[in-house]
T-cell receptor, first 115, second 114 residues
């Protein structure tokens, strides 16, 4: 069973640029959620994708957007980067199986630094 | 709106001792799930334990157990026989329904001292 993977591991961008982060969900998981984790804080929900459709969104502006592909992998896109976007971005997949409701399986994260 | 609070930003415990991490939450829902996640330094976040709100029995996973007090909206994590590998950030999390967002608390940094 392959776990959740994310790429790249680290990324440095300049304010105003655009970035794309990628995530491969765990085998058999059809739901992917993205979180932003600032240093020393808990993860903040950005949005969730279920079967290629956005299924819920947190308090993030529209310049944060995403996609989910037929193989359930996902992308997070951030336009017009701001300094406050510097954070660890976590992808988590979850299983549709009973008995595992709500459990999040996290990837290692992408550390984004905006200068 | 649901909120999750962890009032202990940092804690420490001697190796082999027992420590309890606190978590409170606020919700008007009756059916929900609660979780504790562990995030070791520079490593992936992993699920430690889960509790279904409709179950009165407290969940247990090896050295980890919870004290779930639904009326008080309290969900504490007890780690017995603490090990150096338990050093990590611990996050309490709340999940309401299918396909809804998971809400995380601010975390407690636990250090296990040799």
């Amino acid at each position: 069973e392959t776990g959740v993977t994310q790429s790249p591991t680290h990324l440095i961008k300049t304010r105003g640029q655009q970035v794309t982060l990628r995530c491969s969900s765990q085998s058999g998981h059809n739901t992917v959620s993205w979180y932003q984790q600032a240093l020393g804080q808990g993860p903040q929900f950005i949005f969730q994708y279920y079967r290629e459709e956005e299924n819920g969104r947190g308090n993030f502006p529209p310049r944060f957007s995403g996609l989910q592909f037929p193989n359930y992998s996902s992308e997070l896109n951030v336009n017009a980067l701001e300094l406050d976007d510097s954070a660890l971005y976590l992808c988590a997949s979850s299983s549709p199986l009973a008995g595992a409701e709500g459990e999040q399986y996290f990837g290692p994260g992408t550390r984004l630094t905006v200068t | 709106a649901q909120t999750v609070t962890q009032s202990q930003p940092e804690m420490s415990v001697q190796e082999a001792e027992t420590v309890t991490l606190s978590c409170t939450y606020d919700t008007s829902e009756n059916n929900y799930y609660l979780f504790w996640y562990k995030q070791p330094p520079s490593r992936q976040m992993i699920l430690v334990i889960r509790q279904e709100a409709y179950k009165q029995q407290n969940a247990t996973e090896n050295r980890f157990s919870v004290n779930f007090q639904k009326a008080a909206k309290s969900f504490s994590l007890k780690i017995s026989d603490s090990q150096l590998g338990d050093t990590a950030m611990y996050f309490c999390a709340f999940w309401r329904t299918s396909y809804d967002k998971v809400i995380f608390g601010p975390g407690t940094s636990l250090s296990v001292i040799p």
